[in-house]
C-alpha cells in the first residue's frame, strides 16, 4: 500500500501567511506542524510502505526540507507537480493522477488531503477496507445543514455500501459528511485516469469517488473522533487552541 499525501494547493484562504509558506507546515504545537500529525498516524500503519506528497514548485523545497529532517521510518518521496500558482493548479485528482504516473504506482493507495487534523485510528479504517475489499471513504455525522452543504454527502444502505454521494450539495440527502481520507484498491486505478480523460473537474477529491462508486461497490467508514478541515485562518486558530489546551492539561 502507498500513501500518497495531497499538499499541492495555494491554501490562499491564508494569505499571507501562505504566500510562501505551505499550510501543512504551518505549526499546531510549538514545533509541530501540521503534517507531522497525520505523519505519526499513517506510520501506524504496516500495510503502508511508501509515503509520497505531492506538491508545486512554490513549495517543493519546503516539503523537500521537512522530508529530510524527519528521517522517516517509513521513506518520504516528494513529488513537485510543476504548477507555480492557483491558476495553473492541476487539482487534487489530477495531483493523484499525476503521482501514480510519475513513481508507477500499482497498488492500493491510501489517500488524505494534508490539510486534515484527525483523530480517528487508521488502524481501525485499513481494517474496515480490509473487509470490504473496496473503495472506501471517511465519513462523519453532521447535523449541521448549512455547513453539511460544503462537505461531500454521503448515503450509506445498511452494509455501509455507498448509494449516493454528492459534492457540496445545495439540499443535502442525509447527514453524513465525506472527508478527506480515501482508499482505493490498485483495481480501481484505470479509473483516476479515465475520469480525467472524460473531462471532469479535476479538483476535490470526492469528485473522484462520485464518479467511481457508480461503477463499482464503494463504501463509507464512519467515525466519530474529531476532524479538522484547516482551511482558513479561524479553523488554524481554533485547532491551535484545542491542541495546545489539551497539551497543557
Known amino acids: 500500500m502507498k500513501c500518497i499525501l495531497l499538499c499541492a494547493g495555494y491554501a490562499t484562504r491564508l494569505s499571507p501567511l501562505t504566500d510562501n509558506f505551505p499550510k501543512p507546515l504551518l505549526e499546531i504545537e510549538e514545533g509541530k506542524p501540521l503534517l507531522d500529525y497525520i505523519l505519526e498516524e499513517v506510520n501506524k500503519v504496516e500495510e503502508v510502505d511508501e509515503i509520497s506528497l505531492i506538491t508545486n514548485n512554490r513549495y517543493f523545497k519546503h516539503f523537500q526540507k521537512w522530508a529530510e529532517e524527519k528521517n522517516n521510518s517509513k521513506p518520504i518521496v516528494v513529488v513537485n507537480d510543476m504548477t507555480n500558482s492557483n491558476e495553473d493548479r492541476l487539482g487534487a485528482i489530477g495531483d493523484i493522477n499525476y503521482t501514480i504516473d510519475y513513481l508507477k504506482y500499482n497498488d492500493d493507495l491510501l489517500i488524505i488531503a494534508g490539510d486534515s487534523m484527525f483523530e480517528l485510528d487508521l488502524r481501525d479504517y485499513i481494517d474496515f477496507y480490509h473487509q470490504v475489499k473496496g473503495p472506501v471513504i471517511a465519513c462523519k455525522v453532521n447535523n449541521d445543514y448549512e455547513a453539511i452543504k460544503s462537505f461531500a454527502v454521503v448515503t450509506l444502505d445498511e452494509n455501509k455500501k455507498i448509494v449516493n454521494l454528492i459534492e457540496k450539495p445545495s439540499e443535502p440527502p442525509s447527514n453524513l459528511a465525506g472527508y478527506a481520507i480515501y482508499l482505493y484498491p490498485k483495481e480501481t486505478i484505470p479509473l ?23 461503477k463499482t461497490p464503494s463504501y463509507g467508514y464512519v467515525f466519530k473522533e474529531a476532524f479538522y478541515d484547516v482551511g482558513n485562518h479561524e479553523s488554524l486558530a481554533l485547532v491551535r487552541k484545542e491542541y495546545r489546551q489539551k497539551k497543557s492539561k
Open 192 to 214: 483516476i485516469k479515465q475520469y480525467l480523460d472524460e473531462g471532469n473537474k479535476p479538483d476535490a477529491p470526492s469528485y473522484l469517488l462520485e464518479y467511481v462508486y457508480e
